[in-house]
Nanobody
Framework: QVQLVESGGGLVQAGGSLRLSCVAS????????MGWFRQAPGKDREFVGGISRRGGPPYYSNSVRGRFTISRDNAKNTVYLQMNSLKPEDTAVYYC?????????????WGQGTQVTVSS
């Protein structure tokens, strides 16, 4: 198991930006694909995007493609979620998660989440 800790959430106005970080400890970070999910109040958890072990082209949900960017730094055991042009509907708790591949993200470890609130 790998332990994940997210940070970087907060309150931002619509149109603004935030960068979330997720630091991993435990087993080798580069052994895992990494992903971001979010859950808004009263809604199901939603896949945001993912990146392969070696940092290949990330995958994104339609709702964030073109606004969010996922990257990873295997030397720092960290995955990032750069969020630009934020909208009120992006308000949610954001979680990072692991998987053996992008297809099974979420079947490994989860972080505790970080709150992102976008005001209109």
């Amino acid at each position: 198991q790998v332990q994940l800790v997210e940070s970087g959430g907060g309150l931002v106005q619509a149109g603004g930006s935030l960068r979330l970080s997720c630091v991993a400890s435990g087993r080798t970070f580069s052994s895992y694909a990494m992903g971001w999910f979010r859950q808004a109040p009263g809604k199901d958890r939603e896949f945001v995007g993912g990146i392969s072990r070696r940092g290949g082209p990330p995958y994104y949900s339609n709702s964030v493609r073109g606004r969010f960017t996922i990257s990873r730094d295997n030397a720092k055991n960290t995955v990032y979620l750069q969020m630009n042009s934020l909208k009120p509907e992006d308000t949610a708790v954001y979680y990072c998660a692991t998987g053996d591949t992008i297809d099974d993200l979420g079947f490994g470890s989860w972080g505790q989440g970080t709150q992102v609130t976008v005001s209109s």
